[in-house]
């Protein structure tokens, strides 16, 4: 009797063991994975400010640029671009980090344009607002460097815990899976050629 009572109560610490390590590790995933949603609103949050943004730089600079039109339209239509592509921050593949930060890439470029053509209004780059403005892209562009590293980081810590052993085995029962990351933009390893 005093046997089958002690092999009971060993069958049953073991299982409430078994039960807290396996609750345990699921657990970690499921705040890493929460981690991985909140560093990605983060990045939304940044962009989405870089987006209200240009509403008013384009009202500024319009007063001065009338017949840069093009530039200005393709600036909003980059715009309309970049806030139609969304990303489901459940699953966030790499083919989706793509697209979004492709339809991103082509917003920096049409400012990135309109900032150069911008250079031939002297009167324009005197004005206060429009100085303003570029101050606060600028600053909202580090935010964005800044929010996509955090991301990375916190994508490196979720990844590497579902992939190590054993983790990784409950991690696919349990349908955890890995998440994309930010990358540079293709030819960014290659130093620009400068020329004077």
Same mark, same amino acid.
């Given at each position: 009797?005093?046997?089958?009572?002690?092999?009971?109560?060993?069958?049953? +610490?073991?299982?409430?063991?078994?039960?807290?390590?396996?609750?345990?590790?699921?657990?970690? =995933?499921?705040?890493?994975?929460?981690?991985?949603?909140?560093?990605?609103?983060?990045?939304?949050?940044?962009?989405?400010?870089?987006?209200?943004?240009?509403?008013?730089?384009?009202?500024?600079?319009?007063?001065?640029?009338?017949?840069?039109?093009?530039?200005?339209?393709?600036?909003?239509?980059?715009?309309?671009?970049?806030?139609?592509?969304?990303?489901?921050?459940?699953?966030?593949?790499?083919?989706?980090?793509?697209?979004?930060?492709?339809?991103?890439?082509? =917003?920096?470029?049409? =400012?990135?344009?309109?900032?150069?053509?911008?250079?031939?209004?002297?009167?324009?780059?005197?004005?206060?607002?429009? +100085?303003?403005?570029?101050?606060? +892209?600028?600053?909202?562009?580090?935010?964005?460097?800044?929010?996509?590293?955090?991301?990375?980081?916190?994508?490196?810590?979720?990844?590497?815990?579902?992939?190590?052993?054993?983790?990784?085995?409950?991690?696919?029962?349990?349908?955890?899976?890995?998440?994309?990351?930010?990358?540079?933009?293709?030819?960014?390893?290659?130093?620009?050629?400068?020329?004077?």
């Amino acid at each position: 009797m005093k046997k089958s009572i002690i092999i009971i109560a060993g069958i049953v +610490l073991f299982v409430i063991i078994m039960i807290a390590w396996i609750s345990g590790m699921y657990n970690g =995933l499921v705040n890493r994975e929460e981690g991985t949603k909140q560093a990605w609103a983060q990045v939304e949050n940044v962009y989405q400010r870089r987006s209200d943004l240009i509403p008013n730089l384009v009202e500024t600079v319009k007063g001065y640029a009338n017949f840069e039109k093009s530039t200005l339209t393709d600036v909003v239509n980059a715009r309309a671009k970049a806030t139609q592509v969304t990303v489901d921050p459940t699953k966030l593949t790499p083919a989706q980090i793509q697209n979004f930060q492709g339809a991103q890439n082509g =917003l920096s470029s049409a =400012l990135g344009r309109l900032m150069v053509v911008m250079e031939k209004y002297p009167d324009l780059k005197a004005n206060q607002n429009f +100085l303003d403005l570029q101050a606060q +892209l600028e600053g909202t562009e580090n935010r964005i460097a800044v929010e996509r590293k955090k991301f990375n980081e916190v994508v490196m810590d979720y990844n590497t815990a579902v992939r190590r052993f054993p983790r990784n085995i409950f991690a696919g029962m349990f349908g955890f899976q890995q998440k994309g990351y930010f990358q540079a933009e293709e030819g960014a390893a290659k130093a620009p050629k400068i020329k004077f």
